[in-house]
């Protein structure tokens, strides 16, 4: 027995929409087995895991209401920054570093009430969302550039310059930006009203989520129905194409990076306008790094990438209700979050291949 | 002197993991194929390596333990990209996320536990040279076999058949595979080889460097060792200029901070990253140099056609 | 009004069905900042979890989340506790301040208490070790016991706590040579081991013969076994991993704490307030004084009782900082706020504080 791939001539339809579908079987099996394993019900355990965190859709619990919040708020940092990335990935520009833009863009934007602590208008407001977006593009300018001028890996500067931030803004909230009122303590001055995004009605739901929507349907539009969508798209599969169509290889690397890095600055902003509250040491649980899987998982498709950041975030989420009532380790939680991704990218190669088990004659009767 | 001697003996240390799982990478990427899973298997390595150690009471087991662990989740990271295809990327992603949960998982019970320390060579009269001895006739066997191994890889990727077509391999698969050699099995291979060196790697960790298990004891240096390939250009001999440089810019920070020297910690501690970007753009700046080396096919798929 | 009244039916119907099992146990929940596996700060939090199911057995049930990042995941992880019907809460981070009060406002019957932190509220406690205690006394030892009259010091980040304790060190190590060194490596880090060892190895290179750390891993300790040189133990005793180098350890035992808050919540008595506990209350202990002569353990002995006592204090003023001015009255020792915020060196240390 052998286990044979076939290109298919074209994507198959059909199996778009079936494979998530059957890697989720998969994954549901598997859980089962491993929760079994442990001495758990494993049926209750799948539903703690995957089904809790969205309740409400059935349950219609005002109390359960609460998950779905946390549901939109963890994932729309990591939609932000996938849909950018999908559009980075599908022009084979590798920005690996969207941690480091997160980082730079909470700097940025954060230095506001930092430096004008009493600055409060809607203007403040729009002024930290800009700064946000520009110190991620800024950031994400130094790869880009290093890339053009020379060709130096971009998959390797963006990830060094993570690593490089992250020690700036420690340097920064331990020294120079630190609350004078704060006990010593590393964070700057918390941020209050206009410093801080607003949220819809009482719930805790914020501006980031529809700018995670927005910018989903904005670069599904540019991506699918403009010309500089067809440039990147061109350049990405057909370099040598793209070149004689006269698209420019080092603008596509521009824009990828600056369109990703902004986004990334972006959400990093918005986390600290909210879900944070104020500059400190870690802001963000590697969101930049979670948001390539997002990115991948979402078939680097920018609506592709929303669907997906919900579903990891409700990995996240279930793995933290299992935690607490099924009392299973935070390592079971990503161990299973891992299996989950193997299983999704293994069933996307259903999409682009036709996978046959040829037996040991077939094999040599082909041959 | 004596200070001179303590400062190169902790840069060998610390730079001996991230040679070893380098190494391995740059096998894997010569061969066309990116495994950004190196963490991961790191870790693995690493709590795999202690637990064997522990229970068999012999340092040379853990290591075999470490490689084999390595060895193992890097198949699984083979079977995807290789069998099915999938995107590189992503799946060594996932592969680091994976690994770092099963070695915490693994590794519940032995934390807390004092391992069993892989020793240093000691060789009568020639350890005992004052100076030199310590430094070439005394470190621990992994040492050595970070370099041997180093060795090895150059001398097989340039200077037999084998080296040939795993270069062949990654350059272009498609010619490679015109040619008649298996693209996949070759690949296989090379993926495999790498993950018993980062499994190496961890178990370095474990047993030599800090003989215990803690969860992310890894710490980062998968991602380093992966830089430290492209840092290279994809040469052996580079690569290791570059583990130990790398290791060298971090205790001489610990150094001049001991010192007291008043620079912020965060500058010293941020430099083996700003040194490595400057490096790469050094040593890409120089197109023929990096055109020569870089594998043609990195990351890319591919599915032989019949 | 009509959200109200589904949620008051799906109360009632909840809590008629769930009421043989809520009324038995108290759930009492901690939040840990890192993995319980880190083998040492939370690794001793999750002990004292481990000692208040023990000591209470049926009557409580405990949860933890761990590994949850000081940020924007803190108010999620609390509030999920708290809408789990926890009764008492252990956030056990600095980080976790804000996120705290935020979700305390929110469930004013829940209590909760918040490690290491300083704000307050009807529902919220905090409470700390006073390590620094610890700390004097092992700054005394090393002092006697060092040859080259200079020790290393390796350090994870420049907060307060860490801050006194490098203090409170040398304080302790001056009485008895005031012209002890010390020197110093921050590893921004709480646990890497290799960076540790690392560090203990280049201050052993630069002539000190004694380590303390404010780093949770082993390797420090395990590296002056292997040259030779001595060590403290840090979070947890380490005497395993160091036989003949540790002198003695700086352990947090929470366990006592944990269920005496416990037990409050249970029989009513909970109430809100800092408690800020050291050798005395039992919440910092110092491991066995090992490997060294009975002279310096019967001094080390001598300290330790006097701290209990409250006769001696380690930060007793007049106190010379690194720039000359003094601080604190003579015979009066610094007061809590002034030590929670410490962020300058005593006169004597040549490192530079990270400002």
Sequence with gaps: MRLVLEKRAERSRRMTVLSPVIAIALTLITGAIVFTFMGLDPLEALYVYFLDPVKYFWTRNPDDFWSLEQLAVKAAPLALIGAGLSVSYLANVWNIGAEGQLTAGAVAGGAIPVFFPEWQSPLTLVAMLLMGAAGGMAWSAIPAFLKNRFNASEILTSLMLVYVVQLILDWLVRGPWRDPAGHNFPQTVPFTGWQTLPVFGDSTIHLGVLFAVVAAIALAFLMGSTLKGFEIRVLGTAPRAGRFAGFSREGAVWFCFLLSGGLAGLAGIGEVMNTVGQLQPSISPGYGFTAIIVAFLGRLNPVGALVAAVVLAISYLGGEAAQVTLGVSDKIARVFQGILLFYILACDTLILYRVKLLSRATVELRA | MNELLSVILTIITASTPLLLAAIGELVVERSGVLNLGVEGMMAIGAVCGFGAALATGSPLIGVVAAIAAGAALSMLFGFMTLILVSNQVATGLALTLLGLGLAGLVGEGYVGQPGVKLGKIDLPVLTDIPFIGPIVFGEDILVYAALALMLAVAYVLFRTKMGLIIRAVGDSHQSAHALGYGVVPVRYACVVFGGGCAGLAGGYLSLAYTPQWIENMTAGRGWISLALVVFGSWLPWRVAIGAYLFGTVMILGFSLQAIGAGIPSQLLSSLPYIVTIVALVVISGNRALTRANTPACLGQPFVPDR | ?355
């Design chain 3, 1 to 355: 009004m009509k959200k109200w009244l589904a949620l008051a039916t799906i109360l009632a119907v909840g809590m008629t069905a769930g009421a043989a099992n809520a009324a038995d146990k108290l759930k009492a929940c901690w939040v840990y900042v890192g993995p319980v596996g880190d083998g040492g700060y939370t690794y001793q939090h999750d002990l004292g979890r481990k000692a208040v199911e023990k000591e209470l057995g049926d009557k409580v049930e405990t949860k933890y989340l761990e590994n949850v990042a000081e940020g924007p995941d803190a108010e999620r992880a609390i509030e999920r506790l708290a809408r789990e019907k926890c009764k008492i809460i252990f956030t056990t981070s600095f980080g976790f301040m804000d996120a705290t009060i935020k979700v305390a406002k929110k469930f004013p019957k829940v209590k909760f208490e918040h490690a290491t932190g300083y704000k307050q509220a009807p529902n919220v406690a905090t409470y700390n070790a006073r390590f620094y205690e610890g700390r004097y006394v092992m700054g005394q030892i090393a002092a006697k016991m060092s040859k080259s009259g200079v020790a290393g010091y390796i350090v994870s980040f420049p907060i307060p706590e860490v801050v006194m304790g490098i203090n409170s060190f040398m304080l302790g190590a001056q009485s008895v040579n005031p012209n002890f060194k010390v020197k110093i490596v921050w590893v921004n880090s709480w646990y890497d081991p290799g960076k540790e060892a690392d560090a203990a190895k280049v201050m052993f290179g630069q002539g000190a013969d004694i380590m303390v750390q404010h780093t949770d891993s082993t390797a420090a300790l395990q590296i002056a076994e292997e040259q030779g040189k001595l060590g403290f133990g840090q979070s947890s005793d380490m005497i395993k991993f160091a036989p003949k180098a540790q002198l003695s350890a700086n352990t947090d035992d929470w366990d006592g704490y944990y269920v005496q808050e416990v037990k409050k919540v249970l029989d009513g008595s909970w109430k809100s307030g800092d408690t800020w506990g050291g050798m005395a209350q039992g919440m910092v202990v110092l491991a066995p004084f090992t490997n060294m002569p009975d002279d310096v353990k019967k001094m080390a002995e001598d300290s330790v009782a006097k701290i209990k006592s409250g006769e001696l204090l380690p930060f007793k003023g007049p106190i010379t900082k690194q720039d000359g001015t003094v601080a604190g009255e003579a015979g009066k020792s610094l007061s809590d706020q002034d030590i929670n915020s410490m962020n300058w060196y005593v006169k004597g240390i040549d490192d530079k504080l990270p400002q």
